[in-house]
Every structure is written in structure tokens, then in C-alpha cells.
């Protein structure tokens, strides 16, 4: 805790030190060519620099963290807790799943695994989205998803596929593991409904996972 402690104090140290010389340096420089334009200038090249010169700082930072906070509390509570930091989902184990829209930027990071009551899982930071240009070089992105994608491995087996997603949810899609037999199932839960579309290739296996315990 006290490296992390340190390595969070040189960060800091190094913001504030490199915005006073950003600030220092640009009313120097404002005075001197009794321009006051230029400070605007000055502070955001300086802020640029602060920022970049800081990046290695903060990823020590950040790696630190998460080694000793997230992952010894991992291990604290899920048994073959693993992790690579750098290691991701290949966009292959999203995409196959036919749940998602893909668009044509993918990322991922962050990777962990683990088991809990005998139930396996791994999960990674994922971020999806769609970015295009138009004719005046303008860029719109579309973010898909951005969060953690979960994997988990049952002590049972499941008969079919079946998916369930929140209606607020644009980026879904079926396909992939379901296959043209998929159909929507009505829940005898009203409020469920409201709020969840659920599809599957096997209707009954639905009603055999989705308890009135695990909707709830």
C-alpha cells in the first residue's frame, strides 16, 4: 500500500508541479509579446505536454492498483483467480455469439478468471463501436458497448440458446448461436416483460433457467 500510496503522490506532484511552470511560462509569455492571445495557446500545448509526459506515471499507477487492490481482493474471494492486464477477448469470442452489433472498432483489456461455488467465469473490459468519417472529415462514433463482458461456465448443461436483453438495449442482434428456429418467449412475469425481450431456440429450457428467483 505505501508504493501505491507513493506512485499516487508522483502523479499528482507531477500534474500540479507541470501546470504551475504551464501557467508561469504563459503569462511570461504574454507579458513579453503583450499578446494576450498567447496564453491560451501556451496553456493548452502545456496541458497537452503535462498530460502525455504524466501517462507512464499514471499506468504505474493504474497496473499497481489493480494488483493490489482488485486482484488480492479477487483472491480473497474467488478461488483460480487469474489475470493479464494486457491480455483481452479477441473480438472472435464477442462476435460469434451473434448477441451484438460489431461496428469496426473493437478493444479490450483488463482480463480476469476465476471460480466461484464451483461456477467458472472471466471477464474483460470490451469496448465496440462504429466510427465513420464524412466528406468534410468529420468523425461520429457510435458506442455499442463499453463495459465488462462476462463468460461464465455452469455446473449444468442448457438444451438450445436463449438470450435476454433490456429493451433499452439498441446494439443487440440475434444470430450466430441462434439459429432461424429462435423465438420470442413471453414470461409470466408481467414486469420482466416490461423491461427484458427474451428469445430462444427452446422455449421450455427458458422457463427451466429463468426461475422466478433468478427474475427476480
Known amino acids: 500500500m505505501e508504493e501505491l500510496e507513493n506512485l499516487r503522490k508522483a502523479y499528482v506532484r507531477h500534474i500540479i508541479i ?5 501557467v508561469v511560462i504563459g503569462i511570461g509569455a504574454t507579458i ?5 492571445q498567447i496564453i491560451i495557446f501556451a496553456l493548452i500545448f502545456g496541458i497537452t505536454i503535462v498530460i502525455l509526459t504524466g501517462s507512464s506515471k499514471k499506468k504505474k499507477l493504474a497496473d499497481n492498483y489493480k494488483q493490489q487492490i482488485v486482484t488480492t481482493t479477487m483472491q480473497e474471494l474467488f478461488t483460480d483467480v487469474g489475470f493479464d492486464y494486457d491480455k483481452g477477448y479477441p473480438s472472435s469470442i464477442i462476435s460469434e455469439t451473434g448477441m451484438m452489433r460489431m461496428g469496426n ?7 480476469y478468471s476465476g471460480k ?4 467458472s467465469f472471466s471477464c474483460s473490459d470490451v469496448y465496440i463501436a462504429e466510427v465513420t468519417h464524412d466528406s468534410d472529415g468529420d468523425t461520429d462514433t457510435t458506442v455499442y458497448f463499453s463495459g465488462q463482458w462476462y463468460i461464465f461456465t455452469f455446473n449444468k448443461s442448457f438444451k438450445g440458446a436463449f438470450q435476454v436483453c433490456e429493451k433499452g438495449f439498441n446494439y443487440s442482434k440475434h444470430g450466430g448461436l441462434f439459429d432461424k428456429s429462435i423465438q420470442k418467449v413471453e414470461l409470466e412475469d408481467v414486469n420482466f416483460n416490461k423491461e427484458f425481450n427474451v428469445y430462444s431456440t427452446d422455449a421450455h429450457s427458458v422457463f427451466y433457467v429463468l426461475t422466478p428467483h433468478i427474475i427476480e
Open 18 to 22: 507541470g501546470m504551475i511552470i504551464v
Open 116 to 119: 466461484y461455488n464451483d461456477v
Open 105 to 111: 472498432t473493437y478493444r479490450s483489456n483488463d482480463w
Open 32 to 36: 513579453a509579446f503583450n499578446n494576450p
